[in-house]
C-alpha cells in the first residue's frame, strides 16, 4: 500500500539500514587482518627447497643445452641423461661442464627431489594468473589459480627484515615473464630462497631481470639478453640461451649488529706497597770551637815570706837567706769548649833586702 500525502503526492518510501549489517564491517575487516597475519607468519615458517648437488648448477638440462651468443654462466653446467651442449664457446662456463656423467645423473635425481618438494606444498595464499604491475608479496608459498602464470612490468618480494624468509610459486603448466619485467627483492630477500616450481615449461622474455630457481618438468627457454641471478633446471627437456647472463645464488648471513654494552666495573681494592723510607743522610756540620790556649805547665805561685830580723848585741855580718818555695803539685785542667778567660795571677811581692848595716836601738 502506498502512503499518499497531503495533496495527493505519493510520499518517498524511506529505507533503513539494518543494524546487523552494520555490525559485520568491523567483522570483515577484522577478518582480512587476521588473514594477513597469518599469511605472514606461514611465510615466515616455511622452509627452503633443497636442491642437493643440483645447488651448483646453473644451467641443468634433461636432453640438450643449446646456446646463442657470449651467454656467460657463473656456476656448473650439466645434462642428463642427454649429452648434447652446444655454443659453448662463443659462450663462457665460470664452472665445471658435466655432460650426463655420474655428477649430472646425481643432480638430475635430486632435482627430481626438489621438484616433488615444491610442488607438495601447502600454499600460504593464491596468486591470479598475471602478477606484477608494481605488486609487493610477502614470504610464503603461492599458488597460481590459473594453469599458467605471466609476471608483468616490477614484481617485488619484501622479507620484511628477515634474510631467511622463503618464496615458493606453483605454477600447473606454463611460466611467462613479459620483455623488461623485473623481479626485485626488498628487506632482506635473498634468491637463493625463491623458488618457481612449474608443471611444464617457463619462458623468459627478453632483456627481463629474473630472481630464483626455476624447477621446471619439462624445458626451459631464455630469450636475448636476460639476467637471472638463480638457476634454470629442467627435468626432461632442453634448456635453450641466448646471450644471457646466470649467476647461482649464495645465501648470506648478515653480520648481526652488537648491542652496545656499559660493562660494570669490577671495585678493586689496590694493595699498598709498604715502602720503607731511604733515609738520607746527614753529616752535622761541627760548630768550630777554638779553645783558649792554656799554658801546659801551672804557674806556681810563690808563698811571700817575710824574714825576722834577730838582734845581736855584736855586730855581725847577717848571712843572706834565700827562701825555698815550697813545690806544690798543679792540678790538671781540662780544657772545655766554652771560653774561659783566665785569672791573672798577683804580681809577686818585692823581697826585703837586709840591711849592711847593723840596726841599733
Not at 634474510?163 to 635473498?190: C, E, K, R
Not at 825576722?308 to 803539685?329: E, F, H, L, Q
Request: glycine share 8%; hydrophobic share 30%; aromatic share 4%.
Amino acid at each position: 500500500m502506498t502512503d499518499i500525502g497531503k495533496h495527493g503526492v505519493p510520499k518517498p518510501v524511506r529505507k533503513h539500514v539494518s543494524p546487523s549489517w552494520l555490525a559485520a564491517i568491523p567483522v570483515v575487516a577484522t577478518a582480512t587482518a587476521v588473514l594477513l597475519l597469518l599469511q605472514s607468519a606461514a611465510g615466515a615458517a616455511v622452509a627452503p627447497v633443497g636442491l642437493g648437488t643440483a645447488g651448483s648448477f646453473a644451467v641443468l638440462a634433461g636432453t640438450t643445452v643449446t646456446n646463442t651468443g657470449p651467454s656467460v654462466i657463473n656456476g656448473d653446467l650439466g645434462v642428463s641423461p642427454g649429452t648434447a651442449i652446444t655454443g659453448f664457446p662463443p659462450g663462457t662456463v665460470n664452472g665445471a661442464v658435466h655432460s650426463a656423467d655420474a655428477v649430472a645423473v646425481v643432480a638430475q635425481s635430486d632435482l627430481t627431489t626438489a621438484y616433488n618438494d615444491a610442488a607438495g606444498r601447502s600454499p600460504s595464499g593464491s596468486v591470479p594468473g598475471l602478477i606484477g604491475d608494481g605488486q609487493t608479496l610477502l614470504p610464503g608459498v603461492y599458488n597460481a589459480t590459473s594453469i599458467s602464470l605471466e609476471v608483468h612490468g616490477a614484481l617485488t618480494l619484501n622479507a620484511q627484515g628477515n634474510p631467511d624468509a622463503v618464496f615458493i610459486f606453483q605454477v600447473g603448466s606454463t611460466l611467462v615473464t613479459d620483455s623488461t619485467s623485473d623481479v626485485i627483492l626488498t628487506n632482506g630477500a635473498q634468491a637463493c630462497n625463491v623458488f618457481w616450481q612449474v608443471g611444464s615449461s617457463a619462458t623468459l622474455g627478453t632483456f627481463s631481470a629474473f630472481q630464483g630457481s626455476i624447477l621446471a618438468l619439462t624445458s626451459i627457454t631464455v630469450t636475448t639478453g636476460d639476467t637471472v641471478q638463480g638457476r634454470a633446471l629442467a627435468r626432461n627437456g632442453a634448456v635453450t640461451l641466448d646471450d644471457d647472463t646466470f649467476t647461482v645464488p649464495t645465501c648470506t648471513t648478515p653480520t648481526p649488529t652488537p648491542t652496545p654494552t656499559t660493562p660494570t666495573p669490577t671495585p678493586t681494592t689496590p694493595t699498598p706497597t709498604p715502602t720503607t723510607p731511604t733515609p738520607t743522610p746527614t753529616t752535622p756540620t761541627p760548630t768550630p770551637t777554638t779553645p783558649t790556649p792554656t799554658s801546659p805547665f801551672p804557674t806556681p805561685r810563690p808563698t811571700p815570706t817575710t824574714p825576722t830580723p834577730r838582734p845581736t848585741p855584736r855586730p855581725t855580718t847577717p848571712t843572706p837567706t834565700t827562701p825555698t818555695p815550697r813545690p806544690t803539685t798543679p792540678t790538671p785542667t781540662t780544657p772545655t769548649p766554652t771560653p774561659t778567660t783566665p785569672t791573672p795571677a798577683p804580681a809577686p811581692r818585692p823581697k826585703p833586702v837586709p840591711s849592711p848595716f847593723p840596726v841599733t836601738g
